[in-house]
């Protein structure tokens, strides 16, 4: 699987957009994207995840350019519960199931 | 709801000591997973298991076994605790363990080997 690089730490104003970014230069045709957040201790929460299109759900949009390497987790209206470590996951479709975790990006929303 | 359960919360050992980590799912999820944090790290994967009677070993595999007898339980064991052990520990699950499936997470076991 690819590695990703993000940076270590990132502030955010209450109710801004927070931008995550991620740069994965070595992906491969067949490896997704995907990203996870771990709040305090607690166990890590998928966010969201994408081959090459841009993709939504109710948490996040991840946006993935056309070259595949490089991505950004976009939390369109940052809350304080949003403070947490955000992990980007390069992840091949023939790697069942196994996750390898980076150090991620500890994401500090401010009042 | 009660998704992946582990027990205990907490975990004091001595050196030398064993134990064994519970994690159980009620999701009929195939995969099954293991993985260690060490503060200020990542996860790092122990174990894996992508069905009953099926088991590999992840990036650090040493000093831990596992067994999956059934589909819902995925125990670890320490057969001899060390120092080093100290961690918290994820189980993690997925319905087979495929790229599009996202994984379910436990709330971990916080284990301290003195």
């Known amino acids: 699987d690819a590695k990703t690089t993000q940076p270590t730490s990132m502030d955010c104003a209450e109710g801004r957009a927070a931008n995550l970014p991620c740069n994965h230069s070595t992906i491969s045709g067949n490896e997704y994207v995907y990203w996870y957040r771990q709040i305090h201790s607690q166990g890590p929460q998928y966010i969201i995840h994408?081959?090459?299109n841009n993709e939504t759900n109710e948490m996040a949009s991840l946006i993935i350019t056309e070259d595949r390497k490089s991505s950004t987790l976009i939390l369109p209206h940052a809350t304080l519960r949003d403070t947490a470590v955000y992990y980007c996951i390069v992840k091949s479709s023939s790697n069942t199931g196994k996750l390898i975790f980076g150090q991620g990006t500890t994401l500090q929303v401010k009042p | 709801n009660a998704g992946v359960t582990q027990t205990p919360k907490f975990q004091v050992l001595k050196t030398g000591q064993s134990m064994t980590l519970q994690c159980a799912q009620d999701?009929?999820?195939?995969?099954m997973s293991w993985y260690r944090q060490d503060p200020g790290m990542g996860l790092r994967l122990i174990h894996y298991?992508?069905?009953?009677?099926?088991?590999d070993q992840g990036e650090v595999p040493n000093g831990y076994n596992v067994s999956r007898s059934t589909t819902e339980d995925f125990p670890l064991r320490l057969l001899s605790a060390a120092p080093s052990q100290t961690s918290v520990y994820f189980c993690?699950?997925?319905?087979?363990?495929?790229?599009?499936?996202?994984?379910?997470f436990g709330s971990g076991t916080q284990l301290s080997v003195l």
């Open positions: 993690a699950s997925s319905k087979t363990g495929a790229s599009t499936e996202k994984l379910f």
């Open positions: 999701m009929n999820h195939e995969y």
């Open positions: 994408g081959l090459k």
């Open positions: 298991s992508v069905g009953a009677g099926i088991t």
